[in-house]
Structures are given as C-alpha cells and as structure tokens.
C-alpha cells in the first residue's frame, strides 16, 4: 500500500516486533481488510488489556474502569471471529461529555478509514430522535409551556426505543433503514423515515436513556460517562444560558437530576467502560487510535 497512516509510531513499532515473534515465520497478511487467524486472539487480548491497564492508571487517564470481559470481545472483534458488525452504546447525564465523546470517536474511526479506503466504517443511531413526536398535544394544550407542565419529557417511556432497538438490529443484521428525525427546538415533532442509513461495520449511539432496560442488549459495547456533579452543573448552567432557558433553568435541572438518579446513573453498573466525562478531548482520540493501531498490524500489516 502507498498510503501510510501514523496511528502512534513509536507504539505502533514496539506492538509491530511482538507480533512478529508471536505469529508464525510463514505467516503473511494481505493488503486489504482480511479475517485474522483465531490463534491470534490471545496475543490481541493481551496487548489491549496493556493498552487499558495502562489508561486506568494513567494520572489523566480517561478510563474510570472497565470489565475485564470487555477485552475479551473486543480482541474477537478486532481478529475477525466475531464476523458481524459490533454496536456500541454510550449513556450518561446531560452534559456528561457523552455527546462531544461520541462525536470524538466517529471522527477519529472515520480518519482511519479513510486513510485505508474502508467503506461503510460507522453508522450513528442518534437515541435523541426517538423521542414520540407529541406536536398535536402541544397544539391543543396551547404551546409547549402548557405542555410540559403534565407531560415529563425526563423518563425513557418518553422515546420509542423499541423501535430504536429494532432499528439497531436489523443494521447489525445488514439491511438498510430509515431512522426517524426529531425536533429539538420545543415542536416535539417526529419524521419518521426521515434518514437513510446503510450498515456498517460499527453502530454507534449516545443519550441519555441509551442504556436503559428496553435498549441496553443492543449493545455489544456499553460505555457509562461519569462526571463530578459540580462540573456536570456547571457544564448545564452555561448550557441553559446559551439556550436563553431564563428561570425555567433550575427546575429542569432539577427535574433532570432527580431522574437521572433512577433511570440514568443505574447504567453505570451494567457498563462495559466507564469513561471521565471531564478528560482533554485529546485523550479520547488518543485512546481510540491506540486500539486501531492494533486493528492496523493485524489487517494492513507490511
């Protein structure tokens, strides 16, 4: 291959020379994405778990904790024993750092791909589009004020996420589908067929009730956003300034904390990652890169 993609050189070479005593002298590697032999699923377990390990305790890591199962099925994926498309779900708070993460790694998986022509590398499923569309209550309570003063928009029976789970399998399953699209600015309106989307290699989704107990086993990868809840305030306080909430501000918050105490923070215990929502954005991608690396010496390898 002509084109070269620098995913951590130093890291890249010191994985590159293990795996060269790891795998058979005779064995060789196409240029192209290719399935990985089985027997080097033990070897890709433990450079992830060094890659980790190494996270957690990293003074500025972005890692909180992990399940060591995560590992395990992850390296299955990355070899090619797992053949199908992998899902990952990401929840937390509002303003975790869940959406601004999520974004994070499409991108950096999306440069990757790039890099080595992969198509169809990663498709989002946006859970914030699921909400049920409620403009004809809105209309005949008198605008959306009235509204939600008996409508709570803070539970997940407030999202279709059966019909996001639905959505997320049959991706997984390779079909093509189209994803509603919601209106965030206070319509509640739901387009329903509104976006195409094509299977992919990875499915991607964050919100708030994305690993909640309708949708959580879509997921093969669930990943819970901690943060302080000083910085979290903060983080919403700026937020609704911005959005000129005015003094509808705190009860939201409220409201939104209040919940998110039942529906919400339980995720973080069903989580195979539990990642700092108040890490450099850097990290994140760093951490990312680091695991493609891995996927590159295993199907790009010279």
Partial sequence: MNKTYNILDEEKEKNN???????NSNQTFHEKYVSSPINNIN??????FKIFEDEVNSQNGIIHNYKKSVVYK??????????????????GETASGKSTITLDIIETIE???????????????????YYYDRSEEVKKAGGMAEFAKNYDFD???????????????????????????????????RIDNHTLAYPSKIIISEGLYTLTEKVKDAFDFKIYVDIDSNIQKERFFIRAKERDLGDSAYNIYKNASDKAKIYIKPCRNIADIVLSG??????YKIFINKILAVA???HFHK
Wanted: charged share 25%; aromatic share 8%.
């Fill in 155 to 189: 539970i997940p029976d407030a999202l279709e996420l059966d019909l996001m789970k639905k959505h997320i399998s049959e991706l997984l399953s390779g079909k093509v589908v189209m994803l509603p699209k919601y209106d965030m600015s206070g319509t509640t309106i």
């Fill in 43 to 48: 070897f890709v377990e433990m450079q992830l």
């Fill in 111 to 129: 440069l990757f791909a790039k890099a080595f022509d992969i198509d169809n590398i990663i498709t989002r499923v946006n859970t914030d589009d």
């Fill in 278 to 283: 108040e890490a450099d954005r850097n990290g």
């Fill in 296 to 298: 590159q010496q295993l």
């Fill in 17 to 23: 020379e293990l795996f060269e005593q790891k795998l």
């Fill in 74 to 91: 992850l390296a299955r994926f990355l070899t090619g024993y797992i053949k199908r498309s992998a899902s990952i779900g990401i929840a």
